[in-house]
């Protein structure tokens, strides 16, 4: 197969192990990884303050309170003259801009920040969405992070419904939809190593059918 015009591009339920799949899956391709790093080179390209980032990074963009709020702590952070456009969409465009310039330096993979929709057009991009059961999400949540199962099957909903809304605000497509993604995968059933597997199975599989 032809590993060096491989990108695979990757959505994730919290607490799905979406992340480690994605780590993983680029450790044995032997390809670049990129999850929070994209925020860091979106911040460098743009020369928007990074903190920015980690701030708008997958939020809702829809409410007008927060945009005001975010462009105004903002004023003495953005380069250059403040124009028209609000802060979250400035962010937004320069991610988007960020990983179109790391999906041209070659193979990698990425994780979140609607990386599929905007790699579309390409022909060498793998969609792929990881799932759980509910109930394995809340054990590793609350493990990851020292919670109660309430508070981690608590922190679950808020956070998939702000990557939900933040998917749906800037694409034409629908986050955790089937529809939306060349392969989904429950990793409840198959574990990371599984899903791991799953996705290279699935590439040597595209691979042979171009030949």
């Known amino acids: 197969m032809s590993k060096t015009h491989t990108i695979i591009t990757i959505g994730r339920q919290f607490g799905s192990g979406g992340r480690e799949i994605g780590k993983r899956l680029a450790d044995e391709l032997g390809i670049e990884f990129y999850d929070k790093e994209l925020l860091s080179r979106a911040a460098k390209d743009s020369k928007i ?32 003259s403040v ?35 905007a790699l579309e057009e390409r022909d060498d991009v793998l969609s792929v969405f990881i799932h759980a059961d509910l109930e394995d999400r ?21 956070t998939d419904k702000r990557r939900a809304s933040y998917y749906n ?21 198959f574990g990371v190593d599984g899903c791991v597997k799953a996705i290279k199975d699935f590439l040597e599989l595209e691979a042979s059918l171009e030949e």
């Not at 028209?84 to 979140?112: R, S, T, W, Y």
């Not at 809340?138 to 808020?158: Q, R, S």
């Not at 605000?169 to 059933?189: H, L, M, P, R």
Request: one cysteine or more; hydrophobic letters at 35%; proline letters at 3%.
């Open 83 to 117: 124009n028209e456009m609000p802060l979250n969409h400035k962010i937004f465009l320069a991610q988007f801009d960020a990983i179109k310039k790391i999906a041209e330096e070659g193979p990698c993979v990425l994780v979140g920040r609607c990386a599929d929709y």
């Open 169 to 189: 605000y800037y694409t034409n497509k629908k986050w955790g939809d089937a529809e939306s993604y060349d392969i989904c995968i429950n990793s409840s059933k």
């Open 138 to 158: 809340i054990k590793n949540v609350a493990k990851l992070n020292e919670l109660t199962d309430n508070k981690a099957k608590d922190l679950i909903h808020k």
């Open 49 to 80: 303050c990074k903190e920015l980032f980690e701030t708008h990074d997958e939020k809702p963009t829809n409410s007008f309170l927060y945009s005001l709020v975010m462009d105004t702590y903002s004023m003495g952070f953005a380069s250059g």
